[in-house]
């Protein structure tokens, strides 16, 4: 009986003052299972300035200011629910096509001196290429940052810019007639001809504000950027004085009042540019739907889902919704602990949990609509203690003072709490949580493989180690400590 009483003793001495540290996130459990704290910045927008679709795999990919690949510690806000198509996170990338670095947007026409096509000598999108009469103009300009562009202006219905150092001779209707513009201003109805040496020719509208924007000869009913055709040249009506057919393009002719900025034209391909993919409900499901002639800002469903012919492109402005989560944050800034040495003798343990968070800051990265917010997980009478603190730097945990308090927010399950709503790049907010646990409860919120607490109503973790081989064995050497010290 001695022996089991110093046991005992040993036993009460050792779980008096258990306090087991989880330093990292990835050993605290998120899931519903262990409903570790995950407070976020949700962001409503953050736009990656330059996306590189050749060095990049994820949206959360962009270039550091030293130049070198990094990747957010986010998550894009996606969901598959086909009620939710409409709300921005069934199809989260958005981007603009005249925002699109591709080099083949800029190879029609397809000329070479020594016949090798991939050194080509001619484009489209060269100024110097075009000729005009009566107040019109072309000069080079970009629609974004490295996107060669032409700019075609016209201020009177007579006014002509025309391209012509190039042939289309075979197949004719089969080609494509592929545009991508921006349209700074326009009145009338301006036209873009596509000329055949005997008279004949078939035209595209580049704005008309009173037609269907998806008209095969209508390439926008508005002004603004990112304006997309593409139509087979058969599909188009021939019209001129002609043999009544197509049977060659030698010439391209914009006419009339029209400011028009061109990042792709192209009047040869027989197939069609992809532009990616975005999800579409299909009798309550989702189905896909290949883009082909977006207009203005566009989403796609996954950036893999653009065509082969923009694997190399950089994409200026690629945005997302995101969030930035408790759960994806560095070890760093996590730190962790299970306290069954506490002030509440009805609970087994308090989990003591202390964050950082912080949007990184890069001349590549911008955000808009950003909160620091949390749903609680637990009923109020739980959150012993929830505290916050903005802008606390290389600080320790230890060393953060004044703290705002927000333990009255926290006073009910499943409650959205907005903890900041004016959140400032690259500023460090450390929150802090004091939750009462079961032993079962803090051994679940642990998935790292840490020793779980002891627990007098849970049962179980620590308790039934202490008292198994390994415990006695502990307590058998205390004893005899003890008993060396005249203590038992």
């Given amino acids: 009986m001695r022996k089991l009483s110093a046991i005992g003793m040993i036993a009460l001495l050792l779980l008096s003052s258990v306090a087991i540290p989880v330093s990292a996130a990835g050993n605290l459990n998120f899931s519903d299972d262990g409903q570790a704290p995950n407070p976020q910045f949700a962001v409503d927008s953050v736009t990656v300035d330059s996306w590189n679709n050749s060095e990049f795999d994820s949206p959360t990919e962009y270039y550091d200011d030293s130049g070198s690949a990094a990747e957010l510690d986010a998550e894009v806000n996606r969901s ?44 489209a999108l060269d100024a110097s290429e075009w000729s005009t009469s009566g107040s019109a103009s072309v000069s080079d300009v970009t ?18 810019s025309t391209y012509s150092n190039f042939s289309v001779t075979s197949d004719t209707e089969k080609r494509y007639i592929q545009l991508a513009a921006d349209i700074d201003s326009a009145s009338g109805t301006p036209t873009m001809y596509f000329n055949d040496s005997d008279g004949d ?16 000869d209508v390439l926008a009913n508005s002004t603004g950027e990112g304006h997309v055709i593409q139509v087979q040249v058969g599909e188009l009506a021939t019209q001129g004085t002609g043999d009544g057919t197509m049977g060659e393009i030698t010439e391209i002719t914009v006419q009339g009042d029209v400011t028009a900025d061109f990042s792709l034209i192209n009047a040869e391909k027989t197939s069609q540019y992809t532009f990616g ?26 950036v893999d889902t653009f ?4 694997s190399d492109a950089v994409i200026n402005g690629l945005s997302f919704p995101a969030h930035f989560t408790a759960e994806l944050a560095p070890a760093e800034d996590v730190n962790a602990t299970f306290k069954s040495d506490n002030a509440y003798p009805n609970w087994d343990a308090v989990a003591d949990i202390y964050y950082k968070l912080s949007l990184p800051s890069a001349y590549d990265l911008s955000y808009s609509g950003v909160s620091l917010e949390q749903t609680t997980q637990w009923p109020g009478t739980r959150y012993t203690n929830v505290e916050y603190k903005e ?9 953060i003072e004044n703290w705002n308090s927000l333990t009255s927010s ?12 004016t959140v400032s790049v690259d500023t460090e907010y450390a929150i802090h949580y004091e939750i009462k646990l079961t032993n079962d409860e803090a051994s679940a919120m642990q998935s790292g493989g840490g020793m779980a ?13 202490l008292i198994g081989l390994p415990g006695i064995a502990i307590a058998a050497v205390a004893g005899l400590a003890g008993r060396a010290r005249g203590v038992f």
């Fill in 80 to 123: 598959d629910d086909p009620d939710e198509i409409g709300n921005g996170t069934v199809n989260p990338i958005s981007l603009t096509a005249t925002d699109i670095e591709v080099d083949a947007f800029g190879e029609f026409p397809r000329k070479s001196a020594d016949g090798d096509q991939s050194d080509n000598t001619a484009s």
């Fill in 143 to 160: 629609t974004a940052p490295g996107v060669d562009a032409v700019q075609v202006t016209g201020s009177a219905g007579t006014d002509q």
């Fill in 201 to 216: 020719y078939v035209a595209v509208d580049l704005y008309d504000s009173s037609a269907d924007q998806s008209d095969d």
């Fill in 277 to 302: 993919e975005r999800y579409v409900d299909d009798d309550g499901d989702l189905g896909t739907e290949t883009i082909r002639e977006p207009h203005g800002e566009y989403s796609v469903h996954s």
């Fill in 307 to 310: 065509g082969s012919v923009m």
């Fill in 391 to 399: 802008g606390v730097g290389d600080s320790e945990f230890s060393e």
């Fill in 410 to 421: 926290f006073d009910a399950l499943d409650k959205d709490v907005t903890i900041d709503d």
């Fill in 453 to 465: 607490p002891m627990g007098g109503s849970g049962g179980g973790g620590f308790l039934d180690w």
